[in-house]
């Protein structure tokens, strides 16, 4: 399962069906899976382990440039503009594929069932996937409405494809 998630991911794929396009074009990203409907920021906050691989991916590859300039006794400027030059591009080049690996691995931390290609995932089975209650508790009862789940699909009113009833 982790190579399957992890060829979906540097496919730049959805890690649940491996089918849907993680990216409109440049660095805009789709809010859920176009074959599926796995919506693809989970929380808040859920981008900064993308953040750190990214920073870990970028760190790595600094120490293998530098490294061996340092060893073989290169230039000092030669050893900084290759080291500034790979501090600086890595982070733009590798974006797409540090949010695509954050969600393959934090789906491999916390699975979910795969689904085949081009099977669309249902409104229940989204509820039942995420344990997010149809109702707040607060709304059946005659209280103030509390904010929709901020992952409960007909509160947001999203269609298959991901993008807002709004945008249509």
């Known amino acids: 399962m982790l190579g399957t998630l992890l060829w979906r991911g540097l496919r730049l794929r959805c890690p649940r069906c ?12 789709y809010e859920a899976c176009g074959s599926c409907g ?15 691989v990214n920073l870990v991916v970028t760190e790595i590859l600094i120490f293998a440039v530098i490294f061996p300039l340092l060893i073989f006794q290169v230039s000092v400027v030669l050893t900084i503009i290759l080291g500034l030059a790979v501090a600086i ?42 344990n997010a209650p149809t109702r707040p508790e607060s709304e ?6 509390s904010a929709p789940h901020p992952l ?3 509160e947001q009113q999203r269609d298959v494809g991901g993008r807002d009833a709004g945008d249509a």
């Not at 796995?38 to 750190?52: C, D, H, I, K």
């Not at 982070?91 to 081009?118: E, R, T």
């Not at 059946?140 to 409405?145: F, I």
């Open 18 to 29: 491996g089918v849907g396009k993680l990216y409109r074009r440049g660095y805009q990203m």
């Open 89 to 130: 591009l890595t982070p733009l080049l590798f974006y797409w594929h540090s949010k695509s690996l954050w969600m393959a691995i934090d789906f491999f931390l916390h699975p979910a069932p795969l689904v085949s290609a081009g099977r669309i995932m249902t409104l229940d089975e989204l509820r039942r996937l995420l």
């Open 38 to 52: 796995w919506v693809f920021e989970r929380e808040e906050g859920y981008w900064t382990g993308a953040m750190a």
């Open 152 to 154: 409960d699909m007909d």
């Open 140 to 145: 059946s009862s005659g209280a103030q409405p």
